[in-house]
Nanobody
Framework: QVQLVESGGGLVQAGDSLRLSCAAS?????????MGWFRQAPGKEREFVAA????????DYTDSVKGRFTISRDNAKNTVYLQMNSLKPEDTAVYYC????????????????WGQGTQVTVSS
């Protein structure tokens, strides 16, 4: 059983930066999993944000965050990160970390473990 705990969310102004962290516990090392970040805004469906492969050699992003967000992982620390720069009000959402047994994927249905989420609010 993989337990994922997100942190680093908060209230920021447009143009600011945040770094989200996702720490895995439960005796399982995340190096065996592809990892992803998703977000869900009020009244909207959960959407893919970024994904990273087991080794970190493959990353993928939704178009709206390309060039602004960077996903990375430190398997030694069992942690995945999402660096978010140039934040916009439309980035406001609850951000979720997830783990997949696939090398990497953008499809939420392929993720088997999910964190509880961390709120990111960007004011204009």
């Amino acid at each position: 059983q993989v337990q994922l705990v997100e942190s680093g969310g908060g209230l920021v102004q447009a143009g600011d930066s945040l770094r989200l962290s996702c720490a895995a516990s439960g005796g399982t090392f995340i190096r065996s999993y592809g990892m992803g970040w998703f977000r869900q805004a009020p009244g909207k469906e959960r959407e893919f944000v970024a994904a990273i492969s087991w080794s970190g050699s493959i990353t993928d992003y939704t178009d709206s965050v390309k060039g602004r967000f960077t996903i990375s992982r430190d398997n030694a620390k069992n942690t995945v990160y999402l660096q978010m720069n140039s934040l916009k009000p439309e980035d406001t959402a609850v951000y979720y970390c997830a783990a997949t047994r696939a090398i990497w994927t953008t499809r939420p249905g392929d993720y088997v473990y999910w964190g509880q989420g961390t709120q990111v609010t960007v004011s204009s």
